[in-house]
């Protein structure tokens, strides 16, 4: 029988670098019996990699209301893809971690449709799903939202979310047994997210997730990218989420303040680490899920021990906004993005100054070629003006931008006038082509009429006596 392998998080368990693995590896796939199919659809905010998202995702109409009829039709464009896939290779691997808590709302019955149509074209439902301890996967999940800018938790402080943990499924066992009364207990593979409890050739996570499908991870397999979705920790997850009760709703700057924090917690101090909470804290904690994750280990896992997570050294502090780094790391955050700032405006000085001298150049051959010596070719006059207008435009989209990030910078708002300058340089020069343009074909009307005059006149030479008479 041919069999889904769905894999659905828990979110923050090296989902990306599994999903990321897959399709880089997807002739390997292929030849063993597998397929990760990719899919053309698209979910705002939602990468191609996740190939299962067709199963849960949300779309949402012109007037912001939940189009049931999109979805509906790409869920069975989805299973259409699947069916063909599981008759091709035998086994489909799908992936979105997003499953793990659409499972807990109004998306649940996807369960229920989905092992219908299991049942109805032969094939087997096999669901992965990878756990980690609840105060960890808490703070990781946080900081994700943090880190995309964008939705509901990313102004949310630590302490304040912690203490009442919403938008986060914790209670594993719940969940796994509400999945579990619809595709079986034996169809669930748990696997734990620690490194030292990853199985098979290598001990990592993709020798592991393969170990789940059934294969060896071997030389045939190729790691491209490691560290595809590193959290924010401490301090910089503080610091973005400052910002955030700021941002405006735009992806581009979302995107540069991602790349701005990546970068600013790999230029971290080797000693800037702490933990998010005390040992007390973390035991206080963890013990709500106690009974749960107990059952999951004897259950699910066949272990004799009710410890389902390995115990967690807590040698650093725990974390405060009034931490020693903290200063350190707000200049380096804010110095990283004047810095980058001025490169990008250097760039654009440096391109503006060569279109400029390109600008330049070709006015000079234009005037030299046409000052009415010759015909012009209008199209071609037109065509040149056409492009200057277009670099104009370009330019002052990129001012806009560079104006909008840099409204609370003098030295940047004098760059954003300078160009501006040249912007109306621009304009002017246009000006001036498109007279001169106007008079040389004024002249080369005239020259036209006279040569018309003149050909007329040689082929009707009486004209010239009756003229000639006529004065």
């Known amino acids: ?50 190939n299962g998202h067709f ?16 979805e509906l039709a790409l869920w069975n464009k989805g ?25 807990v709302g109004s998306k649940f019955d996807f369960w229920e449709k989905l092992q219908s149509d299991a049942e109805k074209n032969n094939y087997k439902i096999k669901v992965i799903v990878y756990l980690r301890r609840q105060d960890d996967f808490a703070n990781s999940w946080l900081s994700q939202q943090i880190k995309e800018g964008w939705n509901t938790y990313a102004g949310v402080k630590w302490d304040a979310f912690i203490h009442r943990p919403k938008g986060v499924a914790l209670d594993y066992y719940g969940l796994l047994e509400k999945i579990a009364e619809i595709i079986g207990k034996e169809n669930i593979i748990v696997r734990i997210f620690e490194r030292k409890r990853f199985l ?67 230029l971290k101090s080797p000693d800037n680490v702490f933990e998010m909470l005390t040992e007390d804290e973390a035991d206080s904690f963890m013990k709500k899920y106690a009974e749960g994750n107990a059952a999951i280990a004897r259950e699910y896992l066949g272990l004799e021990s009710d410890e389902l997570f390995s115990p967690k050294s807590r040698a650093a502090a725990r974390w405060t906004p009034q931490n020693d780094f903290m200063h350190e790391d707000i200049i380096r955050f804010f110095g990283m993005i004047a810095v980058i700032q001025k490169e990008e405006i250097d760039d654009l000085k440096d391109q503006l100054q060569r279109e400029k001298k390109n600008r330049e ?23 040149g003006i ?37 912007i109306l340089s621009l304009k002017n020069d246009i000006f001036t082509l498109r007279r001169v343009n106007e008079e040389l ?27 000639k008479f006529k004065k």
């Open 1 to 50: 029988m041919s069999t889904l392998y769905l894999h659905i998080g828990t979110p923050k368990t090296a989902t990306t670098s599994i999903q990321k693995f897959c399709m880089e590896n997807q002739e390997v796939l292929n030849k063993k019996g597998f397929s990760y199919p990719i899919l053309d659809f698209k979910y705002p905010k939602v990468e191609i990699r996740r």
């Open 386 to 422: 056409a492009n200057v207008g277009e670099q104009v435009l370009e330019y002052k989209k990129e001012m806009k931008a560079v104006s909008a990030e840099s409204e609370k910078s003098k030295i940047l708002r004098d760059k954003v006038k300078s160009m501006d300058a040249q």
């Open 200 to 266: 098979e050739n290598g001990g990592t996570i993709y020798s592991d997730f393969l170990d789940a499908i059934g294969l060896e991870y071997t030389d045939e397999f190729q790691v491209v990218t490691e560290e595809t979705n590193p959290s924010l920790t401490a301090n910089s997850q503080e610091i973005r989420r400052v910002i955030n009760t700021i941002l405006t709703d735009t992806d581009s700057t979302r995107s540069f303040l991602r790349k701005i924090s990546e970068e600013c917690e790999r």
């Open 79 to 103: 299973l259409s893809m699947l069916h063909n896939d599981l008759e091709k290779f035998g086994n489909v691997i799908l992936s979105d971690e997003n499953i793990w808590h659409s499972s």
């Open 361 to 383: 150049k070709s006015a000079n051959v234009f005037l030299k070629n046409y000052k009415g010596e010759e015909l012009v070719d209008s199209e071609e006059i037109k065509k």
């Open 441 to 467: 074909r004024k002249n080369n009307e005239e020259l036209k009429k006279t040569i018309e005059r003149v050909v007329y006149k040689l082929k009707h030479p009486l004209s010239i006596i009756k003229d």
């Open 55 to 70: 199963l849960v995702g949300r779309l949402l109409n012109s007037d912001s209301q939940e189009d049931h009829e999109g």
